[in-house]
């Protein structure tokens, strides 16, 4: 053991101590912004609560995008920056849909009917965006350095979005309101928006069988095998071209559904909705530890929490007026955090070692 | 040898080309700040540095429209200045965004450009701030049709040749604060704004107007431009039971907040209000029946029936936000400030001296536009500000007040 520690101080160099330093000021920061909010005592106990209810389902639709970028980079090792854009194509294509639903009274009088062709819908438009990116912007690239990949992911970014204003125009659509989840209900003396309480619980439900479908089913086990080693994988048999397809299918089905969830919750789409969320269920991918399927599901949850609750609870314990507008900060603070104390995520593989 | 000649005729030919040009021209350009020569045929240019794309495109649309129609007025009344040397009128259209850095890049694209006499923009006060720098550095003159931040024309932050057409908050906010306390009956009033120099200035405007009135601001709140989720900040304001909740912000945050505050326990009661950057169809259609009942101010003047005559032929849709009169009246201000100054030479080129069209626009007097009469003061305020308060009556902006 003291070896360990030993070993341990001599590898400690002064840029690690002062990193570690500035963690924990901010660390401290956090500690004295949550004991003053608590004892302002400005908020009730409801309200406390129904920032956390706000946080989780907020976290739930990161939690469904993330699962998209901790598949493809379990797999391929590339963080497919064009994630965010196969979310808002869902999303978009599917207001059509529900638009014209609406027209005929369909979506309110048969609502789970129509949601569910929504979401095919949705799934669909996504899962043919991603497997086009794949296609023309990744697979010619997978013996390419890194980096390269990651520079087209950007450019398939822009080219989805701006083809999608092409299509759909400039303008923000909104969906229309879905009667049977307006208003509120409660769940365990909760009060929770109906909206809220759907997008929970579908999201708990697809990353379970998300986490089901990796982890007990034959294609589950190549796909791991993949992602463990790809020349390996396919000495034994494994048809790596077709599992990475599968992931992408994947990945894009989930965002697809998360587009249509978001846009209950919010209900307003536009061409260039993906980038914000995108770039958080990154942020939460990382924090949960990337390429890490828990992981992702763990830090999308947490993201979203950090962020409803952030603002009210740290900054305006620290007199910051106008708190909301630094929402981002308290999300970037996290990841930063994250990354300084356990660089590899939360829940972030622990095989480096064992690898090497 | 050959070469020699070839280099000799070269100069015989250069010194005889710039000798016919010193004949040809009389005019000496004396300007301090130079001028735009605009040859026979060419077209006069002006800049149009305006929202063209996003979710605030509809503002953006608004103006081009004023912007091209008081060309083609301008045109039709001045055929025989322009014919002489076989002018016409051009309108190069940036897209500035809602943003300072779209101001910004659209600003140093026009100012690059040395033919641009003036430019028409920008909508967003974001936008306008570093836009109206930049082309005022480049001493070419900018008139706004819907830049409203206080900040543009304050005598210590104006920018040397930065004009507007439309009101200036101090006004709108006033209106606001006025219409909440007295026609409404608020005592308690809870602000949001976007961080964005339009929204954060007229917020605090109206909260200042609002206390001397008697009444409380008892929130000041700020969300990020792109934000979709407000029912944090929502929550938060409803701690403090506001009578107003006044977010004067653009359309996609707008219409989030509109939809998400029926949706938080304790602003059941509240009365919303919003202002002019929301005055536009697609508010209507993304904040869908939430809308209804909400109070938003804006500029008086926005219909004028010969106008939107020639808006509806030329476009097939009405003009949809509250502006196109206002760039209407800039252009036409900027037009006639041109033909002011300019000086049309023997063979028709046209001299326009920068320094004097500033200060011929900074002179405008009584100017009778689509939006009152104008008249700029010596920090660029040329409005002749009205503001309504118009409530949202089944998916329509209709004027409530002041009454007639």
Known sequence: MSEKIKYFLERLSWVDIMVWLFGLAILVIAVIGVIGSIHNAYYTKEQWMDFVVFGISQGGVYALIA????????????????????????AFTGYFLAAKLNQYGIYNSHPIISLLLIMLLAMVTSVVVALITERVAYRPLRKAPRLVPLITA??????????????????????????IFVGKTSVFGLRILKVHLLVIILSILLMAGLYAYVQYTKAGKAMRAVAEDKDVASLMGVDVDRVIVNTFILGAALAGIAGVLYALIFKQVHFFMGFIPGIKAFTAAVVGGIGNVPGAMLGGFILGIFEALGPGLILEGLGIPASYQLKDVIAFTLLVLVLIFRPTGLMGERLSEEKV | MKKRWFILIAVVLLVAVVLAACGK????????????????????????????????????????????????????????????????????????????????TAAQK?????SIVGVIGTNCSSAGEPASKILSDAHIPMISPSNTAPSLTA????????????????????????????????RTMATIHDGSPYAEQLQQVACDVFTQLGGKCVAQ???????????????????????????????????????????????EKTVLMGSDGMISPDFIKAAGKAAEGMYLSGPA????????????????????????LHAYDATMMLLDAIKKVAVVDKDGTIHIPRKALCQALFSTKNFKGLTGTLTCNQYGDCADPKININKIINGKYVPVWPKK
Not at chain 2, 110 to 114: G, M, P, S, V
Not at chain 2, 221 to 248: C, Q, S, W
Not at chain 2, 305 to 318: H, V, W
């Open chain 1, 67 to 90: 699962l998209g970028y901790t598949l493809v980079y379990g797999i391929l090792f590339m963080i497919n920056f064009a994630h965010g854009d196969i979310f808002m194509a869902g």
């Open chain 1, 154 to 179: 950007i450019g398939a970014s822009f080219t989805i979005e701006y083809t999608f204003r092409g299509l759909y125009g400039s303008g923000v659509e909104a969906y229309p309101d879905m009667k």
């Open chain 2, 25 to 104: 021209s009389s005019y000496k350009c004396e300007d301090p700040y130079g001028c735009v020569n605009v040859a026979p045929g060419q077209p006069i240019k002006i800049g149009a540095a305006l929202v063209l794309s996003g979710p605030n495109e509809s503002l953006g649309v608004d103006s081009l429209g004023g912007v091209e129609i008081a060309v083609d007025d301008f045109t039709a009344a001045n055929k025989d200045w322009l014919a002489k040397g076989k002018h016409s009128i051009q309108v190069v259209k940036e897209d500035s965004q809602c943003s300072a850095e779209g101001g910004q």
């Open chain 2, 110 to 114: 026009l100012a690059a450009d040395k």
């Open chain 2, 155 to 186: 005598p210590k932050t104006h920018a040397e040749c930065y004009l507007r057409t439309a009101h200036n908050d101090k006004v709108q906010g006033k209106a606001v604060a006025e219409f909440a306390y007295k026609v409404l009956g608020a």
């Open chain 2, 221 to 267: 709140e700020a969300i990020n431009v792109g934000d979709t989720d407000m029912r944090p900040v929502l929550t938060k304001i409803a701690a403090t039971h506001p009578d107003v909740l006044y977010y004067p912000i653009f359309i996609q945050e707008g219409a989030l907040i509109t939809q998400q505050a029926k949706e938080v326990p304790g602003l």
């Open chain 2, 301 to 324: 003047a926005v219909n004028n029936e010969e106008f939107n005559k020639k808006y509806e032929a030329k476009y097939g849709q009405e003009p949809p936000s509250a502006f196109h």
